[in-house]
């Protein structure tokens, strides 16, 4: 536990009261199940069905206060999965405030270092003193996170030896769909083995992609879209103000485009790629340079060397011919650990060539068309599940160059009589352990203090779903949502694997129709926006305030009712 000296705002965060619905509220041990319908995966249904024999196809729940009735002791243990996102240590803290209110004698255990910890039997024992440290605090450094995936039956036998040793018989797993593919993986593994060990996931990640009907957001993308629309909103004000550079800002959010789109709604940039956009309408990479290129030379030519463009982290996995190169490559680097002939090559030349020369001819052509700093960051190890780090890729360098390419071409057109001077930015580390907003406060600990609810109902392999977010704390509807609802097949690695599904934008949706109805107009005229910082106090106007996705996906969904 950190004993450095606090801030006034961490001292003052410390005291913030989060507000629970009314269901939860009332005590957790009034809480009675409400059975809604049962439900089918989303895709694969009969494969899912086959590999979740004992978890697949379970009711949703909501939740209801009744009686009082007495529960004996549960010992929990909890897991920090995946990215940091804001609120996570509010998660912790409704767990523990619910487990603790249901029976005092109750213990909350936290594993170190994300999944990994469960299965290396590394923890701590919560205490009121560690749990008050943390509350409304940014970060997951209470017990830190990891991204370790869990699939092995070696993994899971350890992870049982060690729950056995603490008496757990619960685990909640707060993560996003990788770290909750791995939540429903360990509750069906546990039910299969008569373990008696309950599993719950909270969703959780900024990139704001595990969502559906039932789960409204995932925590941590109100707070970081709100700081990178900050952090868009000064940078608007310095461009307006110097009127010389052209800021190119790529975006977190990993394959999604629903962080960069809200930050574009929020603060109304020239120019915003959207991933999905992209794929649906198969623009290639030359297609995106030269509509950029052209707003930048339409401006330049009414006198304007200036404008913001943000770049969704996820771009270059959306253009069809990178798409179907990274694929292919992403087959080829599966088999390269055992070749013996890729693994003594030294020199990165050499290996692009060895690489080019097993991919499929098409897609040699486009891995050889690449910068080399590309080519290097697109051969970086996957994460544990598979997934290409997009983080590490720098596209919005990539457009630049090209960009500058096209406009020289331009300029020898007579087409582009401006200058063109660059800077670039990436925004994703900065938001991810900010302050929880006031709405991420909440909704984390309510998360929280939910998980608990389904474990003392009996749940395993659900989600923590707390819904109706646009309305006050207090009225927010508590319940569950069975994981294998969301999953898939997908291939990872090079292997089919069942998988939770991601929640891309969707083009039809109000949110893009939004940009869609207002980009021409950014493009050209300066309509910035200026966000400002999060506010924790002062008026709901201001400190309460949901993001635009939120609200325009509510409001949509209710004109539907
Ligand atoms: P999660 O899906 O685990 O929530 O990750 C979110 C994220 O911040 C992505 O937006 C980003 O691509 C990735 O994590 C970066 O990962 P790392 O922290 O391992 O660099």
Not at 229 to 257: C, P
Not at 411 to 439: I, L, T, V, W
């Amino acid at each position: 536990m950190t004993t450095n000296e606090l801030s006034p705002l961490q001292k003052a965060r410390l005291n913030f009261k989060p507000v629970l619905p009314k269901t939860l509220a009332e005590g957790i041990k009034k809480v009675e199940v409400i059975e809604g319908a049962k439900t089918e995966c989303v895709k694969d249904q009969e494969e899912i069905k086959r590999l979740f024999p004992n978890t697949y196809g379970k009711c949703t729940v909501t939740f209801k206060s009744g009686s009082e009735k007495e529960y004996s002791a549960k010992n929990v243990g909890v897991i920090l999965s995946g990215g940091q996102a804001p609120g996570g240590h509010n998660v912790v803290a409704g767990l523990y405030d619910a487990l603790k209110q249901a029976n005092k004698e109750s213990k909350l255990y936290g594993f170190l270092g994300g999944p990994s910890g469960i299965i290396d039997g590394e923890y701590i024992e919560f205490t009121d003193e560690i749990i008050d440290a943390y509350r409304n605090t940014g970060g997951f450094d209470i017990i830190g996170s990891g991204r370790t995936k869990l699939e092995t039956e070696e993994q899971f036998q350890k992870a049982l030896a060690n729950c056995k040793k603490l008496n757990i018989t619960g685990i909640v797993i707060i993560g996003g769909d990788d770290s909750n593919t791995n939540a429903a993986m360990l509750a069906e593994w546990f039910v299969q083995n008569n373990a008696g060990i309950q599993v719950i996931g909270c969703p959780k990640t900024i990139d704001g992609d595990l969502k559906n009907d039932q789960i409204e957001i995932s925590f941590g993308f109100d707070t970081a879209t709100k700081t990178y629309a900050e952090l868009v909103g000064n940078i608007q004000r310095d461009v307006n103000s110097a009127k010389k550079y052209w800021h190119f800002v790529k975006v977190m959010g990993r394959s999604a485009t629903h962080v960069a789109l809200e930050v574009a709604l929020q603060t109304q940039p020239n120019i915003t790629l959207i991933s999905e956009e992209v794929e649906e309408k198969k623009l290639s990479l030359k297609q995106i340079v030269d509509y950029m290129a052209n707003i930048i030379a339409q401006r330049a030519n009414d006198g304007k060397n200036f404008g913001v463009a943000l770049i969704p982290e996820g771009l270059i996995e959306f253009i069809p011919e990178m798409k179907r190169m990274i694929a292919n490559l992403n087959d080829v680097m599966s088999t390269l650990e055992q070749d013996a002939s890729y693994n003594k090559l030294t020199v990165p030349a050499d290996r692009f060539d060895f690489i080019e020369s097993r991919l499929e001819p098409d897609n040699a052509k486009v891995f050889e068309s690449l910068p080399v700093l590309i080519k290097a960051q697109l051969l970086m190890d996957r994460d544990p599940h598979g997934n290409v780090q997009v983080s590490k890729i720098e596209t919005e360098k990539l457009l630049i160059e090209m960009i500058k390419v096209k406009l020289d071409q331009m300029k020898a057109e007579g087409e582009f009589m401006g200058k063109f001077s660059d800077q670039c930015h990436f925004f994703g580390y900065e938001g991810r352990c900010a302050f929880p907003s006031n709405f991420d406060a909440n909704y984390c600990y309510a998360l929280g203090f939910n998980a608990y609810a389904l474990m003392q109902a009996g749940m395993t392999g659900y989600l923590s779903s707390v819904r109706n977010l646009t309305a006050p704390s207090t009225e927010w509807v508590a319940g569950g949502v069975p994981l294998t609802m969301m999953m898939n097949m997908e291939k990872r690695h090079g292997h089919m694997k069942p998988v939770i599904q991601k929640a891309l934008v969707k083009l039809d949706g109000p949110v893009f129709k939004k940009l869609e109805a207002n980009r021409e107009d950014w493009a050209m005229n300066d309509r910035y926006m200026f966000p400002g910082s999060i506010q924790y106090w002062g008026p709901s106007e201001v400190c309460d305030i949901t993001t635009q996705t939120l609200k325009l996906e509510r409001e949509a969904a209710a004109a539907l009712v």
